[in-house]
C-alpha cells in the first residue's frame, strides 16, 4: 500500500508580529519613543544588580522640564507634544549606548548611568541641561520654542542592601532641591545644610568640590518666555 502524508502549513507572521507589536506597546511610550516607566525600572533594577554584584559606579538622574504646563497653557497640547518629543530626541543623542533612558510620566524624565561616579555623572547632567537650554523646537507656526530642565542627580555610595526605589527617591529629592532654588540647574542629592543642597559625604565628592564648582556647572536662574 501507499503511504499519504498530510502536511499543514500555518503562516505565523501576522501572529508573531502582532505579539512583537504587544511588546512593544508595553514597554515604550509612544508620544516619544523612549522606555515608559515599567520598562525604564525593570531595566534600572537589572543594571543596579549587575552594579552590586560586580562592582563599579552607577548613578541615577531624575529631570523635568521646567514651567512645561505654561507651554500647554499658552501653545496648546500639541506643542506640549512637539516639546516632549524633542526633549526625548536631545536626551537619545547626548547619552551613551550604555545609559538608559525612560519617561516617567507627564514631563518627567529618568536616566541610569552605568558605572558612572558622580563627577562625571555630574558632566552628564550639566551636558543634558545645557543641550535643553540651547534647543530651539520647531513648531509648524510662530517661533520656535526654548525650555530649560531641572535635574537631581544620585550615586550609589557603596551601600549593599539599596535598591532602585530608594536611589530614585534619592534623585527626586535632588530634582526637588533644582525646582526650589530657580530651576534650570543641577541638584545633588545629600544632605540640607542653610536651605542648600550639598553633595553626599558617602559619594566621590565633597562638599568644597562642590561649592568650587563653576557657576554654570550649578546651573542659572533664567525666566522662561
Given amino acids: 500500500g501507499r503511504t499519504l502524508l498530510f502536511c499543514i502549513v500555518h503562516d505565523v507572521t501576522a501572529r508573531l508580529k502582532a505579539e512583537g507589536e504587544l511588546v512593544t506597546l ?39 522640564i521646567d514651567h512645561f504646563k505654561k507651554v500647554n497653557d499658552t501653545y496648546g497640547h500639541h506643542a506640549g507634544d512637539l516639546v516632549l518629543q524633542a ?35 555630574l558632566e552628564v ?24 530642565l531641572s535635574l537631581g542627580l544620585t550615586t550609589l555610595d557603596g ?26 540647574r543641577v541638584c545633588v542629592f545629600g544632605d540640607v545644610v542653610d536651605g542648600e543642597m550639598r553633595v553626599n559625604p558617602a559619594g566621590e565628592m565633597v562638599d568644597a568640590v562642590w561649592r568650587e564648582l563653576p557657576a554654570h556647572y550649578q546651573g542659572v536662574k533664567i525666566d522662561w518666555h
Avoid at 551601600?159 to 534650570?184: F, H, V, W
Fill in 125 to 148: 547632567a550639566e551636558r543634558l541641561r545645557h543641550r535643553i537650554e540651547m534647543a530651539k523646537i520647531p513648531r509648524p507656526e510662530g517661533k520656535p520654542l526654548q525650555v530649560t
Fill in 26 to 64: 508595553a514597554q515604550i511610550d509612544m508620544l516619544t519613543g523612549l522606555p515608559n516607566r515599567r520598562h525604564f525600572l525593570e531595566n534600572a533594577e537589572r543594571e543596579l544588580s549587575r552594579t552590586l554584584r560586580y562592582g563599579g559606579g552607577l548613578s541615577v538622574l531624575m529631570m523635568d
Fill in 87 to 121: 526633549v526625548g530626541r536631545l536626551f537619545s543623542e547626548a547619552l551613551r549606548d550604555a545609559d538608559f533612558v525612560g519617561r516617567m510620566g507627564g514631563e518627567e524624565f529618568a536616566v541610569i548611568l552605568p558605572q558612572t561616579g558622580a563627577p562625571a555623572a
Fill in 159 to 184: 551601600a549593599d542592601s539599596i535598591n532602585i526605589d530608594t536611589l530614585i527617591s534619592q534623585a527626586d529629592s535632588a530634582l526637588y532641591e533644582a525646582k526650589r532654588n530657580g530651576r534650570n
